[in-house]
């Protein structure tokens, strides 16, 4: 089982990155999936999720109109594409899956099965 994120990087103050997650080793259309993220000295913070049929798409507050979730499942992929990114967006995402998803908790960390390691994003000032 694995999920691969990338597409971080080093980036100025209102540009755009797409974050990818590849996933293998299990049925990745069965699992909703999510994003995290985790500043330095900070607790791991939920970004997005999307359903397994990506019907369903759910935000944090603070990514709201700037971050979009989607997926791909005939390529196993999970998508987040982040605009208008500022420097407090800086921080390593992750992406997970989760088979028993739910509205109530699918903010929580602990409702993921499965963890990417984790792409760095860094926005500069």
């Known amino acids: 089982v694995q999920l691969q994120a990338s597409g971080g990087g080093l980036v100025q103050a209102g540009t755009s990155l797409q974050l990818s997650c590849a996933a293998s080793g299990f049925i990745f259309r069965n699992y909703g999936v999510a994003w995290f993220r985790q500043a330095l000295g900070k607790d791991r913070e939920f970004v997005a999720a999307i359903t397994w049929g990506g019907r369903s798409i759910y935000y944090a507050d603070f990514v709201k109109g700037r971050f979009t979730i989607s997926r791909d499942n005939a390529k196993d992929a999970a998508f987040l594409q982040m605009n208008s990114l500022k420097p407090e967006d800086t921080a390593i995402y992750y992406c997970?899956?989760?088979?028993?998803?739910?509205?109530?908790?699918?903010?929580?960390?602990?409702?993921?099965?499965?963890w990417g390691q984790g792409t760095q994003v860094t926005v500069s000032s």
């Open positions: 997970a899956a989760a088979l028993q998803f739910n509205e109530a908790t699918l903010r929580s960390r602990y409702e993921y099965d499965y």
